[in-house]
């Protein structure tokens, strides 16, 4: 009787040690934390007058980087200033029209040109004088008195128009040397740590160059790989857990912001042969600020969904 009790309760725990290697346990994969990086540059480029930071400062939102030389636009920002002046000296005349006086000088040039002209006729048709000399004086009689009759008129609508126009297209001349004036001021966008850096007064820099990688620590996030079983129960914005080895017993909150749309077999972060042969996804998962996070820690994400015990 006591060997069969002892055969049942071994076949028993048996079974009951075999149930609980298949219970699903709570799914946690291993990553790395890495913090967001952002490319600082100038739009205009330029020769490097100052440096202001170098590798590895700590930076805030706005603090200036690098300046560039300014010679060259602030020549061409007050040429464009003294076009401007010009522009609207001519828009305010166009306005004012003629004056009086510039019509009386105009009607009397134009008197006298007529009179000039019907004096060449005259010697012209005695043959004194050449047809090249009355065509010319016929010319200048003529264009004589379109100016007076240009100016008796007043200035038309559409040349106070065009005038205007001229203004407006000067101001927007000075707008654009004046965003590109900023340019040659770069700033940092992020608060954070200057990552990459090897700038020097005197290196040319190209427009649209990279002058700093800017670190921001805050934003902090990392990845890992889902079994495409399990691919179903992951969802954006799902909360998940993450711990790091720093501090093993606090849970970090954190959410996926991204899931992969394409499969893997080799991530780079799966260690072992049975792992590799499995399908899986890239989720990126994006930490809540904590100041106790540094980028480079190794760190365990725990998904809140359950998978099979390996």
């Known amino acids: 009787m006591i060997p069969i009790l002892l055969v049942l309760g071994a076949v028993t725990a048996g079974l009951l040690y075999a149930r609980q ?16 990086t952002v490319n600082v540059g100038s739009l205009v480029g330029g020769r490097v007058s100052r440096v202001h930071v170098d590798e590895g400062n700590a930076v805030a939102a706005g603090q200036v980087l690098v300046t560039l030389e300014t010679e060259t636009l602030d020549r061409q920002i007050s040429e464009q200033e003294a076009a401007i002046a010009a522009a609207q000296a001519n828009l305010a005349k166009a306005i004012a029209g003629p004056r009086n006086e ?18 060449t006729s005259a010697l012209f048709h005695d043959g004194i004088v050449s047809r090249e000399l009355y065509e010319d004086a016929a010319t200048k009689a003529k264009t004589s008195a379109e100016d007076l009759r240009v100016l008796q008129e007043g200035t038309r609508k559409e040349d106070i128009a065009a005038a205007r126009a ?9 707008a654009t040397l004046g ?7 770069v700033r940092s966008s992020v608060t954070g740590t200057v990552q990459s850096f090897a700038l020097r007064p005197g290196d040319i820099v190209a427009p649209d160059q990279t002058v700093a990688e800017i670190l921001e620590p805050t934003q902090l996030w990392v990845r890992v790989y889902v079994p495409e079983t399990l691919l179903g129960l992951v969802k954006v914005n799902m909360p998940v857990r993450v711990r790091v080895d720093t501090f093993p017993n606090v849970w970090f909150q954190a959410r996926i912001a991204t899931v992969s749309s394409q499969g893997e077999y080799t991530p780079r972060n799966v260690q072992t042969r049975a792992q590799r042969a499995e399908q899986v996804y890239g989720v990126k998962v994006v930490l809540a600020p904590d100041a106790r996070l540094k980028a480079g820690m190794a760190a365990e994400v725990d998904l809140g969904v359950e998978g099979n015990a390996e």
């Open 21 to 36: 290697q298949r219970k699903p346990k709570p799914l946690v994969l291993a990553g790395t934390l890495e913090a967001r």
């Open 102 to 119: 510039e019509i009386r000088k105009a009607a009397a040039v134009a008197e006298n040109d007529e009179r000039d002209r019907r004096r």
């Open 166 to 174: 001229a203004v407006e297209q000067q101001q927007r001349r000075l």
């Open 179 to 185: 965003k590109q004036r900023a340019e040659t001021v």
